[in-house]
């Protein structure tokens, strides 16, 4: 399965005015939530930035003191392939990673049909170029109300035909 996955706030925003995702940082019980959505995926397909702020994952400052469900996060991440598409980046900074100029549909289509395991494609830009292709075949964005505000401005969550 290909799953586009994503937080978002409650008003459907991905990111703040300033580009940011911090105020969507999950507490323990949310972090296990996720850590058994994300279990069966072995490749993550990230553009540039998402892979720029996804790859605290590989070496998370300590991390023996965190939480179980932090610690099996990181462990899941590392486990798992990444492909980052971008024209900018030159380099990785995190095991089992490869850098992919562009996204083609074809190819990750190729890639779904032959894996033994789930992708999942995160980030707003790789989002709005999944929807077009129509290449997901499940949406999972899950939010709730950080501080009892709503969000916007900022980057809406990619619309995506399943």
Not at 67 to 93: C, F, G, H, N, R
Not at 98 to 110: F, K, Q, S
Not at 133 to 153: E, F, M, N, Q, Y
Request: negative net charge; proline residues 6%.
């Amino acid at each position: 399965m290909l799953t586009y996955f994503t937080i978002c706030s409650i008003d459907g925003f991905i990111e703040d005015a300033d580009g940011r995702f911090d105020w969507a940082a999950p507490d323990a019980e949310v972090h296990a939530f996720v850590n058994d959505l994300e279990r069966p995926v072995g490749t993550y397909l990230y553009g540039r930035r998402m892979y720029e702020t996804m790859v605290f994952w590989e070496s998370p400052p300590g991390l023996a003191e965190q939480s179980p469900a932090v610690q099996e996060y990181a462990e899941i991440w590392q486990a798992a392939d990444k492909i980052v598409y971008s024209k900018t980046l030159s380099k990785v900074a995190s095991a089992r990673t490869r850098i992919e100029p562009e996204l083609d549909p074809e190819a990750v289509r190729r890639l779904k049909a032959s894996a033994g395991h789930d992708l999942s494609i995160g980030g707003a830009v790789a989002g709005r170029l999944v929807a077009p292709a129509a290449l997901a075949v499940s949406l999972r964005g899950w939010s709730w109300r950080h501080g009892g505000d709503l969000l916007g401005p900022g980057a809406l969550l990619a619309p995506v035909t399943c």
